[in-house]
């Protein structure tokens, strides 16, 4: 599966031909100017919780490509609200299986409100399951014990973890995340978008490798092919 990075926690991830964008924040935030918001092709938009900096470019994407939302309950009746009419709302142990694989909501620690001040219910990670492979995308959370569930029942190639601090897991608790997933791949996001978020690169990615463990810092727009094989 292809994957690029958008900015922030925005990734786009091709697999079995369609194209799946996670937490699209990309007006508003100076790392991502360079990115051309109407090239971005979605026909699944996945949103974690409902802070601005996931929801961000999220409804005017999927008003323009007619993409299916993805959320929790709560978000998805704020989607419906807007307008969408393409939306599956979903609650944290819950799966769906689409086209593209199985997506599965997972607990995430964190909190969740829209800018306009409706409640986004409870926020979430997802665990997908695709024939091209596995892969968890925590969201915004703190370390927190569940995710040994993915490590034990789950079957983890790869994941998508905040490492920025102050709102999310520093690096040091997702290297311990990255043990209880029992996954070796780790995908950095949420980090360098705000001054308060800024990380030592090679620090963070010297923790992981003294670990025997891999932590990719994408630049904002590179693509990267990630394959099924451990
Ligand atoms: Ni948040
Ligand atoms: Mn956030």
């Not at 219910?121 to 014990?145: K, M, R, V």
Request: charged share 20%; net charge neutral; hydrophobic share 40%.
């Amino acid at each position: 599966m292809l994957i690029t990075y958008y900015g922030h926690s925005c990734f786009h991830i091709q697999i079995q031909g369609k194209n799946i964008l996670f937490d699209p924040f990309i007006t508003g935030n100076q790392q991502a100017s360079h990115i051309n918001i109407s090239k971005i092709e979605a026909d699944y938009i996945l949103i974690s919780h409902a802070h601005n900096d996931h929801v961000g470019d999220s409804l005017a994407i999927a008003k323009r490509t007619g993409a299916t939302i993805i959320g929790i309950w709560e978000v998805g009746v704020w989607f419906e609200k807007q307008g969408i009419s393409n939306v599956v709302k979903m609650n944290i142990g819950g799966s769906w299986q689409f086209d593209f694989g199985k997506v599965k909501l997972v607990n995430a620690v964190h909190t969740s409100r829209f800018t306009d001040g409706t409640h986004g219910g409870q926020p979430c990670g997802f665990y997908i399951t695709t024939e091209e492979g596995n892969f968890y995308f925590a969201g915004d959370t703190a370390l927190h014990y569940d995710m040994k569930l993915l490590g034990k029942h789950a079957n983890v190639r790869f994941a998508f973890l905040p490492i920025g601090d102050v709102y999310t897991m520093d690096v040091d608790d997702a290297l311990i995340a990255s043990k209880y997933i029992k996954c070796d791949k780790i995908i950095g996001m949420h980090y360098d978008s705000f001054d308060l978020i800024k990380i030592d690169h090679a620090k963070a990615k010297d923790k992981f490798a003294n670990q025997d463990k891999k932590l990719y810092l994408m630049t904002i727009g590179e693509k990267m092919e990630m394959r099924n094989e451990k």
